[in-house]
């Protein structure tokens, strides 16, 4: 059974790599989530999205580092705004950029923001979309870097507050605020002893 790392870290740093590939966060229903459809707003600058506002459909954005620089490392991105939006670029695709330069897997999360039109209970579901993206990276990520070994997630302001919150609370099944992904995996957090399902 494969292991990796949890460590909650934060860090401010300012590459080239391979192709992006943006994937759904959930692959069925969204949890959570009321019939309304809510219209995204994404605002570009020079051919690059620089905020999100309205978020209703989270997705996962995979950055990899060059094969030849690949370290086996990997980092999840949550781009913070204080909640009334998300800072794209500045916290999320310029920072991964950076990360895949030194050879880490970049994962950059667009998350839902509380809203009680999209959330039958609003007060978790950033905190799902934060263990979700935990969750499906921990289960597929020798699919994007086969010497998978450390896993850490790094976020700003609003992203901070619950990306830090997602990775203590995916410690305990009691706290989990998803459904499983892959009943089977499991993971080692170096902040404690012991294992714990993911």
């Known amino acids: 059974m494969a292991k990796t790392k949890l460590c909650i870290i934060l860090l401010f740093l300012a590459g080239s790599g391979r192709a992006q590939q943006i994937i759904p966060l959930y692959s069925g229903p969204i949890p959570n989530a009321t019939s309304y459809a809510m219209q995204e707003i994404a605002s570009e600058k020079d051919g690059r999205v620089i905020w999100y506002q309205k978020v209703s459909k989270p997705t996962l954005t995979i950055f ?82 086969p010497r998978a070994g450390q896993n850490r997630d790094h976020g700003f302001f609003g992203g901070r507050a619950f990306g830090r919150h997602g990775g203590h609370s995916i410690r305990r099944a009691a706290d989990r605020e998803y459904e499983p992904y892959q009943p089977a995996a499991r993971f080692y957090d170096s902040g404690l002893s012991g294992h714990f399902d993911a």
């Open 64 to 145: 990899l580092p060059a094969k030849e620089k690949a370290s086996g490392a990997g980092v999840i991105i949550f781009p913070g705004g204080g909640y009334s939006g998300e800072s794209y670029d500045g916290e999320g695709t310029r920072i991964a950029e950076t990360f895949i330069a030194h050879g880490v897997v970049a994962f950059v999360v667009k998350y839902r923001l509380p809203s009680d039109s999209i959330m039958v209970d609003k007060s978790i579901g950033p905190l799902q979309d934060a263990q979700r993206a935990i969750q499906v990276v921990r289960a597929r990520a020798t699919e994007w870097e």
